[in-house]
């Protein structure tokens, strides 16, 4: 999601050449020490209340809007929400921006985060640089995505179902993901009033005889489940061998969205081994992240320029998935998200406005969970 600046108005001075000599000490266009005074005051006021701006967008927080359902409904689009950069502690700037502009010089800074008040948690929502793109970290596109999984954790994921190291993680409350729903035979499908009333999302597939898949959170599916005509709902899964149109990570992994490999998160200090087995799930770390060179050659890893079979990891990483799981590009997709991407912990949406019906949604405000 990206915040498009909002532009000055331009003003334009016309000077024209006066028709009779003008007595400047008299002039109407003249400014009384006070009115100057006055505006002295206002310019200095402007000056400063525009550098605690740009200091708290920096340091404190930062407003973003959703816009597209791949967190549903969690955060919806036309969503504002508030990033709390204090949580885990502010990046100092990596590039030099000028306000409501772009960079002003094609220079990276280093950057430092400055301590926080907590770490990420599992659970928690956050925003962050895209990992993929390229250019300056501050300069990638801002993503809104859940952690699942933290550094130094093992996930897995065995039809639609998260575990983290061999535990079951239950789908938070407001996460939507597809459920298969079996009629008892004495009707063949429910009705799209009735699921939208039930709190439903999008219905698919019920021209089917008997059965269809609805786009839910874990509630509303129980809630469609106690229908008399229902006789089960269960999640739907992507059939091992599918092709999706995004390849998943790592490459050649044979993994789904709905199923996916145990794989453990890097955490900083730790040491990974390297092969042309393993590199396409560390080959990123390395180079995109660690600034690394990587080569294969005869069969052995060469990292800036050496052969190596074992590499100490130099931060932490996290796993993220989207709440709305069968629509959300996320680690499933394109790995792990650094430490040094982190923007900061989603805490508040403090405004809510629907595209479709130009009016304002006061039931969306309130923290993030």
Known sequence: MRMYPVCSPFVVCCRMKPLIPLDRSRSPFSLSASTRST??????????????????????????????????????????????????????????????????????????????????????????????????????????????????????????????????????????????????????????????????????????????????????AARIRELPEVESVHPSVVARGRRTSVSLFPDGSGNTPDRFHPLRIPKAGDTIWLSPRTLPTYRDILERHEGRTVDVRAGTVFVDGKPTKRYTVGQDYYFTLGDNRDNSFDSRFWGFVPESHMIGKAVWTFFSWDPQSDAMRPDRFGPLR
């Open 39 to 220: 505006l002295r005051v206002w310019k200095t006021a402007l000056l400063y209340a525009l550098g605690i701006a740009l200091s708290l967008n920096l340091f404190v927080a930062r407003p973003f809007v959703v816009p597209t359902p791949s967190m549903a409904r969690t955060v919806i689009p036309g969503d504002y929400i508030l990033v709390s950069k204090l949580h885990y502690g502010p990046r100092t700037p990596i590039t030099v921006r000028l306000p409501f502009g772009g960079p002003v010089a094609d220079v990276e800074l280093p950057s430092v985060r400055l301590p926080g008040f907590t770490a990420p948690e599992r659970g928690d929502v956050v925003v962050f640089n895209l990992p993929t793109e390229s250019g300056p970290v501050d300069q990638r596109t801002p993503y809104l995505k859940r952690i699942v999984a933290l550094p130094g954790d093992t996930l897995s994921i065995r039809d639609k179902q998260v575990y983290i190291n061999g535990l079951a993680q239950r789908l938070p409350q407001t996460a939507q993901q597809r459920w298969r729903v079996e009629m008892t035979g004495t009707q063949l499908w429910v009705s799209p009033d009735e699921l939208r009333d039930l709190g439903a999302g999008t219905a698919y597939g019920t021209d089917r005889t008997g059965t269809f898949e609805v786009s839910a959170t874990r509630d509303v």
